[in-house]
């Protein structure tokens, strides 16, 4: 079995809300959710801004960009932001929360041996 750094979040749009799991990845630029959730967050992607990335092997992905409202929570805090995520057609059902909008608000620590995972908000942290 392999340990996958997943989380909980909450995208929050102008017409609804979406709970995912989201995949911690330190190598990705930005933050892709998959293409379904716009619909149930009640996010027109027609007109969005579209840019296309490039995955680990070189496969191509294209996203459309919307800001959203994030939020992640644990038993004891909670933490919420807007952020401007592509909507991609992710092989999975997971997010992908890379750098631009996510993990350049914290200081990230992975404990492999405990299958734990530690965010701690830093500087350029912007929500509330």
Do not use: C
Not at 91 to 109: D, E, P, S, V
């Amino acid at each position: 079995m392999v340990y996958r750094p997943l989380i909980p979040i909450t995208l929050i749009g102008p017409g609804g809300t979406q709970v995912l799991d989201g995949l911690i990845d330190s190598g990705s630029d930005g933050t892709l959710i998959p293409e379904f959730a716009a619909k149930h967050m009640g996010i027109d992607l027609t007109m969005a801004p579209q840019e296309t990335t490039r995955g680990i092997g070189g496969a191509q992905v294209a996203a459309r960009y919307v800001a959203v409202t994030v939020r992640i929570a644990d038993n004891t805090e909670q933490r919420e932001w807007s952020a401007l995520v592509g909507f991609a057609p992710l092989a999975k059902r997971n997010a992908i929360l890379g750098h631009a909008g996510f993990l350049q608000y914290f200081t990230t620590i992975l404990y492999g041996d405990f299958e734990m995972l530690e965010l701690t908000v830093n500087a350029l942290y912007p929500g509330t």
